[in-house]
């Protein structure tokens, strides 16, 4: 008699997760069994019987009016726990890290505490010469690269509010500031997710920033890389800062889809 082939991966569960996540990818957040089971790859008997013990734990729900399913209440006592428990620098310090091997740059983690950003990681790249920052270093809030790319995003209300302040550091010295460059510059920032600083605050330091969410889309902090590199490397580095902060964003407990569709009907202004 032939041994069954041994597999690390339990096809049922693997099916079961396959459509939680298809029903929070789904735009409306409603599906019918029919498609769910199309969109997994699996026979619609299958389909049932696994929403059907899904609903038991409360993970899915279904509208017996529309006869739609979508995800339940149960999910919100895991990702609660989860956040619970979620310290940011064990989320962060891995992304850093690979962020600094590939840009041989100082790859920092902020967290947003008032009128300031408070650095509480970092990792440093292998360069001769690297631009040290102590942990627990803050820095005003719209200090150059980050705080572009922090207000860029922050809700109209808020960003008004902060544009109102009459020191802004955003190009260094407040008197150097330009309102309509920065305009663009924030635009830019939502545009393409990162913000960049070329020697502003510091003649012959760049730096680059993006944005850090947490739960239901709030702003947290930023991830930034400050160096020495070119002016010409904050092309290549830019978007790999901008995902490295998409990918702690999730691990925060963001919904990065959520963000991405507020800004599109925003237009990005």
Sequence with gaps: MEEAKYTSSVPAVEQAARML???AKDPDSKMRLTDISRAVGIPKSKGYAILNTLMKFGFVQRDPDSKTYSLGP??????????DNLDP??????LLAKLAGKTKGTALFGLIGGEYLFVIAKQEGDSPFS??????????????????????FMPEGEREEVMRSKRLYFHGDPARLDRERLQIEMAECRR????????EIQPGVNALAAPVFGPKE??????ILVGTFPEEEAERYGPLVAEVAKKASVAMGADIGKICSSEK?????
């Design 21 to 23: 996540l298809c029903l």
């Design 74 to 83: 149960g999910l919100m006592f895991l990702s609660r726990r989860y956040l």
């Design 89 to 94: 620098r064990e989320v962060v310090d891995p």
């Design 131 to 152: 631009v040290t920052l102590p942990l627990g270093r803050r820095f005003p809030l719209t200090a150059g690269a980050h705080g572009k790319a922090l207000v860029a």
């Design 192 to 199: 393409r997710g990162f913000a960049k600083d070329l020697g």
């Design 218 to 223: 709030r702003l947290i902090g930023a991830v």
């Design 265 to 269: 009907e925003t237009g990005g202004s």
